[in-house]
């Protein structure tokens, strides 16, 4: 999918190149693993929802709500590459900068958010791989699901 940023009057679009997904209250690796709280609230909501938290203290990481209102489950956008440049963002952290994405736009609809939201399909499944997920090994089981997402 595109992932479209405007800032002002410059718009950015890129090409969602890897992403991570997270799964209901079962999934160790999910903030909703626990249950609901202030700063994971967003999971919670209808999908399309966006659930923006900082971690270390200075890396902001995007996720997308997939599932039914109450039910959480996300995406993390793990990267995705500049349509202008042809440059990678790689790693949530550095394309959250890059986009210029921070807790404002927490909590907030994908799809009606003017400054940040999916364009058209641009790549068909076929060209996707999947692979472990990434920093969650405290997760046991959950840390070996094949629930990170490459475009190749």
Not at 126 to 138: F, L, N, P
């Amino acid at each position: 999918m595109e992932l479209v940023r405007k800032i002002g009057r410059k718009t950015i679009r890129t090409v969602i190149i890897e992403t991570e997904a997270y799964k209901g209250f079962d999934d160790k690796a999910s903030h909703a693993s626990r249950g609901k709280t202030p700063r994971n609230a967003p999971m919670f909501g209808p999908p399309g929802t966006i659930y923006i938290y900082l971690v270390y203290g200075m890396h902001y990481m995007l996720n997308i709500v997939t599932e039914r209102k109450e039910y959480p489950a996300a995406v993390l956008i793990r990267g995705a590459r500049r349509l202008d440049t042809g440059k990678n963002l790689d790693g949530p952290g550095k394309l959250t900068r890059a986009l210029k994405i921070t807790c404002a736009l927490n909590n907030t609809d994908i799809q009606s958010n003017k400054g940040l939201y999916l364009g058209k399909r641009i790549v068909s499944p076929v060209k996707i791989t999947s692979a472990r997920r990434v920093g969650v090994d405290y997760a046991g089981e959950w840390s070996k699901k094949p629930w990170r997402f490459l475009l190749q």
